[in-house]
């Protein structure tokens, strides 16, 4: 935040939509007794302004309210939830309170819910990825609310960000799962329309078809949304294939999940028939049957580096700094090398 | 909320602390032109009678935030994420935003998340489970703010609530049980001081026992937070009994899913050496290998009528109703018969 960013009033927006501030209050409180034209002449200064009610300019200079918002695509299934909850006990730890939403992946709703959580007093946010529209930075820097983007590292750096690059992380697993003779590769991935996590571990891929000579227009690729249900009607499709693949990678562990699920009603032996890999090790991946060979992202580091960042950009101790951090394989049961017939 | 709630201004802190109202505002934004003592007794005031700043009488009764505000005990499994899932769609459905905070556990930071999403403008409140402070139930009805609470059925209705009997659904899976001929039962609990779900699961087994003509207090039960790494432990020491239980009855579906793992690990069959039972129903249960028997709670369809009761609050269109669901015995491999030698 600039000490020299100009934080809208409710005399800016008197002043450039050509009425008193009487009206502009009467318009955010009594809208009834407002023309129509009136209305929307004073709501739309108030929304290119960036101009928030309920928040005058002292109060925001002068006083913090301890609270940092954070939106995550989604809360139900457990991608975000352990990196999360690391991050608000780091929060904890320096005084602040962590309100969060969900935009169930949905640009605009995030959109609406950065402006919720700014009007309600957020101190910082913290959001998913970098993928958003420029306006929404803009507004962002406008109303000098710091902001960290996490689960992503940002290719120009133009953010204060604490990820990884999906990208290179998804394609180390791709050349390890191509050493082991697999030739036959299906993936399962996320939406990667709006999702620059998914759109890199999918491209991660590619690369390293390319890189070992293989085709990567002939990869067949299901995108579904991350949920365990979506992986395994995804894995049946993929499984129809003639001839079929001998691996099935997957956008992460969720979908990987519902891959091993189905493999088990079909009939088919994991890895015997078929291997299957994941990506994030959530708590899920040791646990299933068999045990997923996934890549293992540092969730918990990720939300207590996330938090600290934050609140240093906060307290002004940081203008936003860019933290990228290390990612490693989880070898375990559901991959194997290609058995010659 | 009553129409004749009143919700304290600044006049009235003023008038308590016997300062002008100038001096009050300094106490909230200019900290450092105002003597200590004088800061002291102004803020025990605000304290006393509830008033949050940033929010005056005027906008609070005048108009809505559309901000609702859920407090969920954790973020870091899937507990709650289903049925906070189907609680934002249903808030959002009716242009509703939703704000979460998660109090690990913990009371006093519950009730500092419900001061602070009060603070920060919320219309209502969901709340997990009845047992906290009186405090806290007069502090929300002083400053009129309407409250659901979920997961739970309250037993003396004095609150609005939409959820299921706890005691009895455990009851219910524990009848089933001891039907099947399992005397040599053990439990591994969530921790039941200061959640009501848990205190509840627990006494459904006893009850249970007692009906069957066993001695509850033979009962061996080991207490643990709800992690997954929890319940292999505590299945672990429970199974290092002589004689060792013929099944083991888990508080939720993660301890569950943790006490499988480490029966496999111990070269335990399940069921054929032990049974394992969970509660909750979440989407891993019918996942693990062998699939979960536990007691299925209808998570999607709480989180809506709790968003729409929330809703018809806030619109005052209810003064708040008291909703109990059905939960229903989700009857998989992992529970079977004890078999005589």
Partial sequence: MSDTTHIPTLDDVARVAGVSTATVSRCLNEQQKVSAKTLERVMKTINDLGYTPNFNARAMAAKRTH????????????????????????????????????????PDLEAEQIRALVARGADGLLLIGYERGQDIYDYLQRRGVPTVLAWTSHPDGGHASVGFDNCAAMRMLADRVLAMGHRRIAVISGIVEGNDRAEGRLRGIRESLVAHGQDPDALPVIQTAYEIENGAAAFETLMAQDPRPTVVMCGNDVLAAGAISRAKHLG??????????????????????????????????????????????????????????EVSLAMRESLRPVVEP
């Fill in 268 to 325: 088919l032996a994991v890895p015997e028939d078929v291997s299957i890999t994941g990506f994030d090790d959530i708590e899920l991946a040791s646990i299933l049957h068999p045990t997923l060979t996934t890549v293992h992202v540092p969730h918990r580091d990720m939300g207590c580096i996330a938090a600290q960042e934050l609140i240093d950009m906060v307290e002004k101790r940081s203008m936003g700094a860019t933290r990228k951090l």
């Fill in 67 to 106: 609270t940092i918002g954070a939106i995550i695509p989604t809360m139900e299934n457990a991608i975000f939830a352990r990196g999360l909850q690391a991050f608000q006990e780091t929060l904890h730890a320096s005084g602040y309170n962590l309100l969060v939403s969900s935009s169930a992946y949905q």
